[in-house]
């Protein structure tokens, strides 16, 4: 059975306040370690999709600190030693100082990426 960690994910992602590693995995799921080092609501990251909030299944477990995902009906934090299941619909909100290991299904993950990276690039003004 093929194995990853933190230190030998293929892939990066590093903004300010959040540091992501990747694999893609066999079977088609990925596995996401992330550290927050900012606190964070991620709404505007995910414009553009149904919604505009995350469409990605996630299951999870927090390592360290705390992690949120808000809902149109509610909010749901999970702590330090929580495993989690939150279903497609849902906005991320990072705490500084978690520590979180994530798997998704990767064709989910890369088109919502897709949309969350198109979101980051500077938006060019016309006059």
Known sequence: M???SH???SHSVQLEGLDVR???L???YSVCFESHTADADLGAL???LPNDRCP???WGYVIKGKVGFVFPDRKETFEAGDAYYVPPGHVPVHYAGAEIVEFSPTDVLEKTMKVVMSNLQPTEVTS
Do not use: S
């Open 2 to 4: 093929p194995k990853v």
């Open 56 to 58: 990605l299944p996630r």
């Open 22 to 24: 990747l694999e893609h």
């Open 7 to 9: 230190n030998t994910a």
């Open 26 to 28: 066999e079977g088609g």
């Open 46 to 48: 995910f414009r553009g």
